[in-house]
């Protein structure tokens, strides 16, 4: 249910559209966010390897699967996000939804 591949798709061409693939969406984030994100994007990775993550196992793969995978969940079950992963949502909503924040 947290699957979604067309925003799957969607998001690797947002991820590329700084020219660089790399589950850093540099167009969108801004250059201060850059490292918290890529910290909680390890943390977490490292949690779905463990297993100790309700987050799609393919988000494990690498931060370009992660930012993908993550934002699946986020778009698609917005609510369970903000409760389970706060830090992440709040970084997916810098991104995507930024007049709310
Ligand atoms: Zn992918």
Request: hydrophobic share 35%; net charge negative; charged share 30%.
């Amino acid at each position: 249910d947290k699957l979604n591949t067309a925003i799957h798709e969607f998001v690797h061409l947002i991820d590329k559209m700084d020219g660089t693939i790399d589950g850093i969406p540099h167009a969108l984030l801004e250059q201060s966010y850059v490292i918290p994100w890529i910290n909680l994007m390890h943390e977490e990775m490292e949690r779905i390897n463990k297993d100790k993550s309700d987050i799609r196992h393919y988000g494990g793969s690498s931060q370009i699967e992660f930012f993908a995978v993550a934002a699946e969940y986020f778009f698609s079950r917005p609510k369970l996000m903000k409760r389970k992963h706060p830090d992440i949502y709040q970084m997916l909503s810098k991104c995507f939804t930024p007049d709310e924040e």
